[in-house]
């Protein structure tokens, strides 16, 4: 079943209505009244730390985690804030390609190619779907991109 774009902001998915703006900002926002719906299209992104920001056209996301070491000698607790970064891209690919936006999924990849890390998303993303495959049942090809 194909979904309509989740990521798209030209036309809004079944379910959602376009609202009035809420704040002075004039910024639309919408609500839907399927959240299974909206749920199933999320991409998921494991992060272990708290994220601040996303830096959209480096593909990172930002953030914090917090360090507490105690000093036995010095009978003290020492509190650190260590800043954090994530690259998010491979997240994105693997979520066009699984919905079978292969069209779409080269059209993102075309946006960040530039940057030096891109070869490095891309990595990690065969790494991710080769670790799936390998953990999969054997003999289940579906021909399909095994996200």
């Known amino acids: 079943m194909h979904h309509s774009r989740p990521y798209s902001l030209r036309g809004l998915p079944s379910g959602h209505v376009a609202s009035t703006p809420l704040f ?3 910024l639309k926002r919408w609500r839907t009244n399927d959240v299974k719906e ?13 994220p601040l920001a996303v830096l959209l056209r480096k593909g990172i ?5 917090q360090n507490i070491t105690l000093q036995n000698s010095l009978g003290l607790l020492q509190f650190r804030l ?7 891209l491979h997240h994105i690919f ?18 960040f ?11 990690i993303l ?7 495959e390998a953990d999969s049942p054997r003999g289940r090809s579906s021909g399909k991109f095994p996200c």
Do not use: C, M, W
Request: charged fraction near 20%; hydrophobic fraction near 45%.
């Open 24 to 26: 002075t900002d004039n």
């Open 38 to 50: 909206v749920a199933a299209q999320a991409v998921y992104i494991p992060l272990d730390f708290y």
């Open 113 to 123: 190619e530039k940057l030096v890390y891109f070869g490095h998303a891309l990595e």
């Open 126 to 132: 065969l790494h991710t779907v080769l670790e799936k």
């Open 82 to 88: 260590i800043t954090k970064t994530h690259l998010f």
């Open 94 to 111: 693997r979520n066009l390609l699984s919905y079978g936006y292969e069209l779409d999924a080269v059209r993102f990849a075309k946006l």
């Open 61 to 65: 996301i930002a953030g914090i985690e």
